[in-house]
């Protein structure tokens, strides 16, 4: 790993596409790989007889692993560039793997969930810091792709997870190391691209100056609660829906496993359209409209969710999926232009919060199913939404750089 400090790395002048559709490839073998998880779920519950609250704690494992040392990856590559880190993390996700295709107790399956969490922690930072440096300063459309590959993978996974683990079982998981593989050839590549061009051009332009802030430290810190706040509506509503959404189908409509996850694909794969969608309508109209739209503009869907016959919930989960997940790429490019100069720490911070966030909510929420009704949780959750009111407390970060 190199030690070049780099407080601040100057994007290139032009989009570089293929190291972007790289990263974005790579992003999709990741959270495919992230998402066996919770498409499995129905399998080992009944495997090792485990409740709903067990099956949260699996899920709150992964996604405090895959949260806390996602900050401070990204602080540390913000001073010390590590092109080869990428590849170093997916080594981790891949042993993860490995393990929980052959785990035999509920202890075990936790340490392997944890480890793919590690994996993710490692990737997420330094792999949003290159959309960024690949970018030519298209920003959001950069992020956005990124995140393309990441919410793509997430819907392949469950659809992956009907085909091929739940016909074969769990230790037909173990296949699913050959795609970590594939990503650590790639990311790799991409090591070497950050390495010989990036780095290169930085020591022959000698240290950049840190951007100012265009805002004040009290302002700052205002702005990133609401941030947080956002963050906590879209990514615990989310979690209800990858964790527990399976669930809701086959208790409510009586699905088999198998049709469950087709069904969880289709929201997801509308999730991954919205990510594009949310990046490109950033750059053009602002990113804090995008917010507003992409967080508040899901409620009346649902609101409307929980009291829907099955067709009308398949057409309600798709425009969940395409409005809500917009905010993301929106949210990241909005906070790195709110503190600049910190691309991996903010990545890191939001990408930590993210799955923090999601993990803790799926927790919650499945001690909640186990006192009340997977139905009632749906109910809960369709309120949340609602918190995108307070995106007019932003301030407008671009009309403020201009």
């Known amino acids: 790993m190199d030690d070049t400090t780099t407080a601040i790395t100057p994007p290139v002048e032009k989009t570089v596409f293929y190291i972007l559709f790289a990263i974005s490839f790579s992003h999709l073998l990741n959270d495919m790989m992230q998402s066996l998880m919770p498409a499995i779920y129905p399998i080992i519950k009944d495997s090792f007889h485990l409740n709903f609250t067990q099956i949260g704690y699996i899920t709150l494992v992964f996604q405090i692993s895959a949260s806390i040392l996602q900050p401070f990856v990204g602080l540390y590559t913000d001073k010390r560039a590590q092109p080869y880190s990428l590849s170093i993390g997916m080594f981790f996700t891949l042993a993860g793997l490995l393990l929980l295709s052959h785990a035999g107790t509920y202890p075990l399956i936790l340490v392997s969930v944890m480890l793919i969490g590690i994996g993710s922690s490692i990737f997420h930072p330094e792999s949003s810091r290159v959309a960024y440096l690949a970018s030519g300063g298209r920003r959001g459309l950069a992020q956005s792709i990124f995140q393309l590959g990441g919410n793509l993978g997430s819907a392949l996974g469950p659809l992956l997870a009907a085909w091929i683990i739940v016909p074969s079982g769990q230790k037909s998981i173990s296949w699913f190391g050959l795609a970590a593989a594939l990503a650590i050839i790639v990311l790799f590549r991409v090591g070497g691209w950050y390495k010989n061009h990036l780095l290169t051009k930085i020591k022959a332009a000698?240290?950049?100056?840190?951007?100012?802030?265009?805002?004040?430290?009290?302002?700052?810190?205002?702005?990133?609660?609401?941030?947080?706040?956002?963050?906590?509506?879209?990514?615990?509503?989310?979690?209800?829906?990858?964790?527990?959404?399976?669930?809701?189908?086959?208790?409510?409509?009586?699905?088999?496993?198998?049709?469950?996850?087709?069904?969880?694909?289709?929201?997801?794969?509308?999730?991954?359209?919205?990510?594009?969608?949310?990046?490109?309508?950033?750059?053009?109209?602002?990113?804090?409209?995008?917010?507003?739209?992409?967080?508040?503009?899901?409620?009346?869907?649902?609101?409307?969710?929980?009291?829907?016959?099955?067709?009308?919930?398949?057409?309600?989960?798709?425009?969940?999926?395409?409005?809500?997940?917009?905010?993301?790429?929106?949210?990241?490019?909005?906070?790195?232009?709110?503190?600049?100069?910190?691309?991996?720490?903010?990545?890191?911070?939001?990408?930590?919060?993210?799955?923090?966030?999601?993990?803790?909510?799926?927790?919650?929420?499945?001690?909640?199913?186990?006192?009340?009704?997977?139905?009632?949780?749906?109910?809960?959750?369709?309120?949340?939404?609602?918190?995108?009111?307070?995106?007019?407390?932003?301030?407008?970060?671009?009309?403020?750089?201009?």
């Open 206 to 402: 000698g240290d950049t100056p840190a951007g100012h802030a265009a805002f004040s430290d009290k302002k700052i810190v205002f702005s990133m609660f609401i941030l947080l706040m956002l963050i906590f509506s879209k990514y615990v509503y989310l979690a209800s829906m990858s964790s527990y959404y399976t669930f809701y189908l086959i208790g409510k409509f009586h699905l088999s496993i198998q049709h469950s996850q087709y069904f969880l694909f289709v929201f997801l794969a509308a999730v991954a359209i919205g990510t594009v969608l949310g990046g490109h309508l950033g750059d053009k109209f602002g990113r804090k409209y995008v917010i507003w739209v992409s967080i508040l503009g899901a409620a009346p869907f649902t609101l409307l969710l929980p009291y829907a016959n099955l067709p009308l919930t398949v057409l309600l989960t798709v425009a969940i999926g395409l409005i809500i997940s917009s905010a993301f790429s929106a949210i990241l490019v909005f906070a790195q232009e709110l503190i600049p100069g910190k691309v991996g720490l903010v990545a890191g911070l939001f990408f930590g919060l993210a799955f923090g966030m999601g993990g803790l909510g799926s927790a919650l929420l499945g001690k909640l199913a186990d006192s009340t009704s997977i139905d009632y949780v749906f109910k809960v959750c369709s309120f949340l939404p609602l918190i995108g009111i307070f995106t007019w407390l932003l301030p407008n970060v671009e009309a403020k750089r201009k």
